[in-house]
């Protein structure tokens, strides 16, 4: 899953990257209304954590702006105020929920979750192909009821693949799901990971089906 927060107070933005990222998301952030909108309207996001006053654009017209343009990406909007009237305001914006600050880590990933859950953004849980299953909220993985170590980007690269069981996948893609945009990628980065994946689920079980694809000239595919 990744998230985008646009929050202009540093701290605060870099300690949510770093505990959203901890719980295995990709995390973006931006500091400015304008640079988080250029990002929010040509990268593909999950979800949008936007703090309501903001420099250059300020969140109820980032949300007014996304919702204009057909961008239906959920939005979790962070509020100093705690006044009934700024909460309806950025919900009537477009906004999905509302969070006023202070607020405790564990009250943003519970609402996090929530949103991930709504029907129009549902996100499984529990994903499985074949034997191998992946549960995101126990942050495990097993094929053949054997449990499977994964680092934290394998797991979001697994769990990107298993999302789209069946689908070639171009490396593009892979990059933009599964790193943040200021990652350093080396050329050769999807197929490493691409191969450690391969030696965790593919190759200690050899009496079963390899379920990870190369599709030469396109990317990759689990099914």
């Not at 202009?8 to 719980?23: F, M, P, T, V, Y």
């Not at 343009?69 to 100093?80: E, F």
């Not at 050899?206 to 990870?212: E, H, V």
């Amino acid at each position: 899953m990744r998230i985008l927060v646009v929050e202009d107070e540093h701290r605060i933005a870099n300690s949510i990257k770093k505990g959203l990222e901890l719980e295995t998301y990709v995390v973006d952030v931006a500091y400015l209304g304008n640079d988080g909108y250029d990002l929010a309207s040509t990268e593909d996001y999950d979800l949008i954590i936007l703090d309501i006053l903001l420099p250059q654009m300020d969140g109820i017209t980032f949300c007014k702006k996304l919702r204009k343009n057909k961008i239906h990406t959920p939005v979790l909007m962070l509020t100093a105020k705690g006044q009934i009237e700024d909460k309806v305001t950025g919900l009537d914006s477009g906004a999905d929920d509302y969070l006023t600050k202070p607020f405790s880590f564990e009250e943003l990933l519970a609402r996090v979750r929530a949103l991930s859950r709504r029907p129009k953004t549902a996100l499984d849980e529990v994903l499985s192909v074949e034997d191998l299953r992946l549960n995101t909220k126990l942050y495990q993985v097993e094929r053949g009821g054997k449990k499977i170590k994964l680092t934290s980007k394998e797991f979001s690269l697994l769990e990107y693949l298993m999302r789209n069981a069946g689908k070639i996948l171009k490396k593009e893609q892979i990059i933009n799901h599964v790193w943040d945009y200021d990652a350093d990628i080396l050329p050769n980065t999807v197929e490493v990971y691409i191969k450690n994946l391969r030696n965790r689920i593919d190759v200690p079980f050899k009496k079963k089906n390899p379920l990870i694809k190369t599709v030469r000239g396109f990317g990759y595919k689990i099914e």
